[in-house]
């Protein structure tokens, strides 16, 4: 006997979130949207639409406009997707590069410091001034240097 499972796609969430799309860019039809996306003939579908969509759609869709799948298909980001169902936040994306150094260079400038000084932190403590102090060089846009890390390791 064949199971038969239930159709859970939620297509009304995917429509909305090419209508969002469509105000962003400020395409007026479904064949402007399609043009953009570079999808052929879906314009004469997008009435009919009423249980699921290729991924070769959701894919291109998502590709040319920058948008997840969780967002396309459920409408919000993949933590929020996961920490709803999971309770807890997960976040598999990667840094950006530069990211990735503002934080390699805060993590030198704390050894640095710490060394110099003759200080010894447990990994939590470390862990919290580095969060710290990238969070502060992130959104001042600078890049760390000793000051800042003595600075910090006075708060801590």
């Known amino acids: ?10 297509i009304d969430i995917f429509l909305k979130q090419v209508d969002k799309i469509m ?6 039809t479904p064949t402007d949207f399609d043009r953009m996306a570079g999808l052929k003939n879906m314009a004469n579908r997008w009435g009919k639409i ?3 969509v ?16 969780d967002w396309l298909v459920f409408g919000k980001e993949a933590d929020i997707v996961l920490q709803e ?19 390699a260079e805060v993590l030198s400038q704390i ?3 710490l060394t110099m000084e003759k200080k010894r932190l447990t990994d939590i403590q470390e862990a919290r001034l580095a ?3 990238y969070e502060h060089c992130s959104s001042e ?16």
């Open 1 to 10: 006997m064949t199971k038969k499972y239930k159709n859970v796609f939620p």
């Open 23 to 28: 105000q962003e860019y400020d395409l007026k």
């Open 50 to 52: 009423t249980k699921s």
């Open 54 to 69: 290729d991924t070769d759609t959701l894919l291109t869709i998502a590709k040319r406009f920058n948008k997840s799948l």
């Open 85 to 103: 169902h999971y309770g807890e936040i997960y976040d598999a994306r990667l840094p950006a590069p530069v990211e990735t150094v503002r934080l």
């Open 111 to 113: 050894k640095s410091v």
């Open 131 to 133: 969060a710290l102090i």
């Open 141 to 156: 846009k600078i890049k760390p240097d000793a000051l800042l890390v003595k600075r910090y390791l006075l708060l801590a």
